[in-house]
């Protein structure tokens, strides 16, 4: 894996100094749902695209395939799972198992950039919580079209502000106005509660902490490195609970 890669897949996770890379599995070890809801994101697509066991499902960016094991598991949708993480992908091949999915799951270690030049022709696609992997939300969903059928189903797990003052970020509004240019229906938005923000991002943060202060008794000499990366995952939390909101958008194609 290149550079560009590692520093794709440490952005996307928070980690803005690429060093901290190869620790990643190791401070998330306790994190299976990886930003994305399940439960949520299964809700939406059994009652609202109507999917079933005839169905398929491209999870981009699938982490440790939470997502996809949840789809599998309650519709009996075919789910294909795609993460540049090798050790994810692993972890998702075997909760597959556990979960008695592995023949309706496939997962593939491989760069989503890429990922969506060819496959094609699925029902539905994730992409949940994976951060800006693309230059800006219309090349995004431009691409995510290309990757269902004439009618299929797009679900975007991310994130609003509150206000206009955020260069980096879109309000609802922009969202909206984007969503309707590249020729989608927002057939259901489900804001995330700032309470239940809060419970996850302080279970996570918990962990996260535990496994850095065992990193950092391992590896004294890195002990900045893990440190700042506790402290922009406490930043990122703070931020979700503050001044930007969760968001989930089911959107279909027109």
Request: proline share 3%.
């Amino acid at each position: 894996m290149d550079d560009t890669n590692r520093e794709a897949i440490a952005t996307s996770l928070t980690a803005y100094d690429v060093r901290i890379f190869p620790f990643l599995p190791y401070l998330l070890q306790d994190l299976w749902e990886l930003g994305s809801n399940p439960r949520e994101i299964t809700r939406l697509f059994q009652h609202s695209a109507h999917l079933n066991e005839c169905t398929s499902v491209l999870d981009l960016g699938c982490g440790k395939g939470a997502v996809s094991i949840a789809l599998a598991k309650q519709i009996g949708c075919s789910v294909v799972g795609i993460d540049l993480m090798e050790l994810f992908i692993e972890e998702a091949r075997r909760q597959a198992r556990v979960h008695g999915v592995e023949k309706l799951c496939t997962f593939s270690v491989a760069d989503i950039v890429n990922a969506v030049t060819t496959q094609r022709g699925y029902d539905a696609v994730v992409y949940g919580a994976v951060g800006d992997v693309f230059p800006n939300k219309q090349e995004l969903l431009s691409h995510l079209k290309t990757v269902v059928r004439p009618d299929g189903f797009i679900l975007i797990d991310d994130a609003v502000v509150r206000e206009q003052n955020h260069a980096d970020c879109l309000t609802q509004l922009e969202w909206e106005r984007v969503i309707n240019q590249a020729g989608l229906r927002i057939v259901e938005t489900i804001f995330t509660s700032p309470e239940e923000m809060a419970i996850s991002n302080r279970s996570n943060q918990q962990a996260i902490e535990q496994r850095a202060h065992e990193l950092t008794m391992q590896h004294p000499e890195k002990a900045d490195l893990f440190a700042q990366y506790v402290y922009d995952q406490q930043k990122e939390c703070d931020d979700l609970e503050s001044w930007m909101q969760g968001v989930t958008w089911l959107l279909q194609i027109v």
